[in-house]
């Protein structure tokens, strides 16, 4: 079925394949420039500038003339680096962000290819580029790349768990009419084509408000943004992994993180908030046509990215101790007892709105622990006899 | 049908390991056009350290505390592994599944509330 797309009809699987990724990779480098040029213009808004306004008209080629200056620029390689690792790294940032895109659904049937295992896939693929963070922060033979590297580390993995958990509890819900014949439904899909075809009159929103928040939370600690940007905090450890790099290869890294937020945005409108079938869904039995689709998905993957945006301009950096805190004392059980409790409504067939209720009690949990970590802010940990990453000689 | 899977995958990977290549490519091309600098100099190369001359390597020792983090990582992720496969047909078994499920998540559950006793999951 998914090969009549755009009259591939009976076209060679590899060609089609081919075709759609590089579609793909298109649209990516088109949207990256537009996300950072959408970002630094969104950002100064918030902090009462103009951003950029000289290069073409409003600005709008910022990112035209920033790509041409980096690939223009002098490749430098300090001496003391490890050549292959340095090198690499931003490969391995790059390709499994890159690799994600394979699940992404964009419209309906229009994807490089839905698999059985989409979630999975997933967060399987994209939490490689931890490794090339490491990469990136031992092979530069910087003091602060070195500590940004292993920030990078630690943030990365604790944080997946949420994540990887947050996308598990969603899948469980899922409704999948399996036998037209019986009209009996399953619960439960990685599949991401399902699971937005189960959203088509409500979204998992609704049923898993916890879960939502969590996903965000984890999602702005992934993509290392504010508040979660120690890794790269320019006023701590100046660009951290980064610090080294310069011209293409650092342009390489910023394309991975534009090219992660795109992905996390799009994952967020299909998980939670119903892709391109919610609120079609709510008028009609047949989905919309593919523009009216790609706008609803597009809109859903903004509204992401803006509020990503938005809280880089309002949330001071945290603390490393309070980053970790918060994800192994307050997200971690928190969703542990989410997969619970939704095992234990799907299995006894309880009503779904106490999904909701049990949602929303979680909901007040996580602000009421963030107020009182707040309110009663604990004391900096003591300096350690040795600075941080600095090496006992 | 190998292609219809995860061939697209492989096709992916392969235009993901390529598409960085590009923009070295063309780089690479500008340097032969002598359009890109290349003016190697020993201070350039210097490990950057604001201004400083950088003082022996940083690949010594490192705080353990990144070290725990890990342990604690790689074991909830394995068993977070585990329960994809009960989440996907959890439903559809009896109820002796989750109660089983909730054993395997207990048992977790103790880990952490463990490792949050003993400190673990302090940052010192």
């Not at chain 1, 859903?300 to 309002?314: E, P, T």
Request: charged share 15%.
């Amino acid at each position: 079925m998914s090969t009549e797309i755009f009259g591939f009809d009976g076209v060679n699987v590899w060609v089609d394949g081919l075709v759609r990724v590089l579609l793909i990779v298109g649209f990516m480098t088109v949207v990256v420039m537009g996300l950072i040029y959408g970002e630094r213009k969104i950002l100064a808004r918030f902090q009462q500038r103009l951003g950029p306004t000289r290069t073409g008209p409003v600005g709008l080629l910022q990112s035209v003339a920033d790509a041409l200056k980096l690939v223009g620029k002098e490749d430098l390689r300090p001496r003391n680096a490890d050549a292959w690792t340095f090198e690499l790294a931003p490969y391995l940032v790059f390709v499994p962000v890159f690799l994600g895109f394979v699940i992404v659904p964009f419209v309906l049937d229009w994807q490089v290819r839905i698999l059985e295992l989409g979630l999975l896939y997933f967060v399987a693929v994209t939490g490689i580029n931890i490794v090339g963070w490491i990469m990136a922060g031992w092979g530069s033979d910087n003091r602060y790349a070195m500590i940004g590297g292993m920030r990078a580390a630690a943030q990365g993995i604790s944080y997946e768990l949420p994540l990887v958990l947050s996308l598990l509890a969603v899948a469980m819900v899922v409704e999948v009419p399996s036998d037209s014949a019986t009209g009996e439904s399953l619960r439960g899909s990685l599949n991401l084509n399902e699971i937005i075809a189960a959203q088509a009159e409500i979204p998992n929103l609704v049923w898993q408000p916890l879960v939502l928040i969590v996903f965000f939370i984890a999602a702005l600690a992934e993509l290392n943004r504010t508040p979660f940007d120690i890794p790269v905090g320019e006023s701590e450890v100046v660009g951290g992994p980064f610090v080294e790099y310069s011209g293409i290869r650092w342009s390489m890294f910023f394309l991975a993180e534009y090219a992660a937020l795109l992905i996390m945005s799009l994952i967020f409108a299909a998980v939670f908030l119903g892709g391109w079938a919610w609120p079609a869904g709510l008028f009609q039995d047949d989905p919309w046509p593919r523009w009216a689709q790609a706008l609803l998905v597009t809109g859903k993957a903004g509204l992401f990215i803006f509020m990503v945006f938005w809280v880089r301009a309002s949330v001071p950096r945290l603390r490393i101790d309070q980053l970790m805190s918060f994800t192994w004392k307050i997200l971690l059980p928190l969703m542990f007892a989410q997969v619970l409790i939704n095992g234990l409504v799907l299995v006894y067939d309880w009503p779904e709105i106490v999904l909701t209720v049990t949602g929303l009690v979680g909901v007040l949990v996580l602000v009421m622990a963030v107020d009182r970590a707040v309110r009663h802010p604990r004391p900096r940990p003591a300096p350690a006899t040795q600075l941080e990453g600095e090496a006992a000689s | 049908m190998i292609p219809d899977e995860f061939g697209r995958v492989v096709i992916l990977l392969g235009v993901a390991l390529a598409f960085p290549a590009l923009p070295l490519l063309v780089s690479y091309l500008l340097y032969l056009f002598h359009i890109r600098p290349e003016r190697p100099d020993p201070i350039k190369h210097e490990t950057y350290e604001c201004g400083v001359i950088a003082e022996g390597g940083s690949w010594g020792q490192f705080n353990a505390r990144y070290y725990l983090f890990a342990l604690g990582f790689v074991i909830f992720d394995v068993e977070v592994v585990f329960l994809y496969p009960w989440a996907v047909i959890h439903a559809d078994l009896a109820a002796t599944a989750l109660v089983k499920a909730a054993i395997f998540i207990g048992i977790l559950a103790f880990g952490l509330a463990y490792a949050w006793k003993r400190g673990a999951l302090e940052w010192r």
